[in-house]
């Protein structure tokens, strides 16, 4: 009994050990909810804040994504683009629901994550790791990508972020 209940835990120790070391790169699983093509974008220098984007995917019941966190910002805060009057306004939302055998899309003017207080420019090429919390499947770390700027462009009088 005791021997076998060893043998559990340390099979248990030796497979969490294993998932937690594959770092699969845009993509992570906790519990029924998967992350899928996470992605942020490079800034410039000066540049204090950025957006966090993914697809989660959720194969049980009804979940919230409720915080984020990451080592390269001072905070990272849950957004959502939403219409002011004729103005496109974002704002801070408590938490993302995650529907019951559903999904969310986190994308440029919808919901997205906003990396606040950046500490150094986030560089194309990089990964950023991302610890995200849900009310119900608990925490997981994604690490996403950083793509070149560009695409989608700014609201700059010159059209956004300049070729470099
Ligand atoms: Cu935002």
Known sequence: MKSNTLLKALLVSVVGFGLGGLAQAQNAKVGSVQIENAYTRATVPGQM???GFMKIENKGA??????ASSPVAG?????????????????QVKD??????????LKPGGLHLMFMNIKAP?????TVPVKLKFAKAGEVEVKMPVNAMGGHGGQGPHGGAAKY
């Open 49 to 51: 804040a950025a957006g």
């Open 62 to 67: 009804a979940d919230q994504l409720i915080s």
């Open 75 to 91: 905070e990272v805060q849950l957004h959502e683009m939403a219409m002011d009057g004729n103005v496109m306004k974002m704002r």
């Open 96 to 105: 993302i629901a995650v529907p019951a055998g559903g999904s969310v899309e």
């Open 122 to 126: 986030l560089a194309a090429g990089e």
